[in-house]
C-alpha cells in the first residue's frame, strides 16, 4: 500500500494508509499539491453526457468517486483535463482494490483510496452515546456522513396526450432518461418475500421500458420496488429479445462486469 499524507486542515492531517496502486498509472516519485473534490468524474458514455467536474482538474490532485464507470476513463478523462494525479476514492466501506486496465490511453499518477478520502470530502456528523449503570459508564461512538443526492419524481401523465412534468426535489443536480414503458407489475405482497435470515434475495420488478439511442443501438430500463445495492449480482437483469415474435427468445441482454466476475465491479 501506498500511504497519502494530508497536511492541512490541521483536522484532517496525517497519514491515509488505505491506498492501493494501479498497474496502469503507477506512483513512481512523491506527488504533492492541493486536493480537489470533483464529484463522479464519469466520461460521456453512448447516450448519456460527462458528468460536469464540481472542481477544475488543471494543476490539482483530482479526488473522484469510484461509483460504477471503469476507473481507467475516469483517470484518463482527468488526465486530459490537466490533473497532476488522480484519487479514485471508494464510496462503501472496506479497503481498496487495485482495478486492471480496461481502457484509456493518458495517465497521471493514481491510487484508488479507502471511502474516507471521500467522507471527508464533506460535512460529518459525530459524537457518543453515554450508558451509565451502577457507577459503570459504557461510551458508544456513532457519526453520520451525509451527502447530497437527487430525487428525481415525475408527475402528469394521465392519459397518452397530457404531459408528463420531472422535477428533482433532492440536493443534487442528476440528469434523466426517458424510455418508452413496455409492461408492468404489481408490488409483490410482503407475506411472500423471502422471511429475514433466509439467506434469499429477491427482485420486485416494477416497470420495463425500452429507447432507441441512435440506429442499431437500444437501451432498455428496468425499474424495481426497493432499492438494489449492486444490479450486477443477487441477482442480475436479464432481458430477453424475441427479433421474429415467434415465442422464442433469440438473444438474452444482461448485465456483467467489465472485466469479468467479481473483478471489479466496473459494469459492461
Not at 36 to 46: D, I, S, Y
Not at 100 to 115: E, H, N, Y
Not at 154 to 159: P, Q
Not at 170 to 177: S, V, Y
Request: glycine letters at 12%.
Amino acid at each position: 500500500m501506498q500511504p497519502q499524507q494530508i497536511t492541512a486542515p490541521p483536522a484532517l492531517a496525517g497519514p491515509y494508509k488505505a491506498t492501493v496502486t494501479v498497474e496502469w498509472a503507477r506512483v513512481t516519485a512523491a506527488v504533492s499539491g492541493n486536493v480537489v473534490f470533483a464529484g463522479q468524474g464519469r466520461p460521456a458514455r453512448t447516450g448519456v453526457p460527462e458528468d460536469p467536474y464540481l472542481a477544475t482538474p488543471s494543476g490539482k490532485i483530482v479526488l473522484i468517486t469510484r461509483g460504477s464507470c471503469d476507473a481507467n476513463s475516469k483517470a484518463d478523462r482527468a488526465a486530459r483535463a490537466g490533473a497532476r494525479a488522480v484519487l479514485l476514492g471508494l464510496v462503501s466501506s472496506g479497503d481498496p482494490i487495485s482495478f486492471s486496465r480496461g481502457g484509456g490511453t493518458q495517465f497521471v499518477p493514481t491510487l484508488d483510496t479507502g471511502a474516507a478520502a471521500v467522507q471527508l470530502a464533506g460535512n460529518e456528523v459525530d459524537g457518543h452515546i453515554m450508558l451509565r449503570d451502577q457507577g459503570r459508564t459504557l461510551a458508544v461512538p456513532w457519526h453520520i456522513l451525509p451527502r447530497k443526492s437527487s430525487a428525481v419524481q415525475a408527475r402528469g401523465g394521465r392519459s397518452l396526450t397530457a404531459p408528463i412534468h420531472l422535477f428533482n426535489a433532492g440536493a443534487a443536480g442528476t440528469t434523466a432518461q426517458v424510455f418508452a414503458l413496455t409492461g408492468t407489475s404489481p408490488r409483490v405482497p410482503n407475506a411472500e418475500l423471502p422471511a429475514p435470515g433466509s439467506n434469499l434475495t429477491f427482485t420486485d420488478l416494477r416497470a420495463v421500458g425500452a429507447r432507441l439511442v441512435e440506429p442499431g443501438i437500444v437501451q432498455f430500463g428496468v425499474s424495481t420496488f426497493g432499492q438494489r445495492s449492486n444490479t450486477l449480482y443477487s441477482p442480475s437483469d436479464i432481458v430477453d429479445i424475441d427479433t421474429n415474435r415467434d415465442g422464442v427468445p433469440d438473444f438474452a441482454v444482461r448485465n456483467e462486469e467489465l472485466d469479468g466476475h467479481a473483478a471489479s465491479g466496473c459494469r459492461r
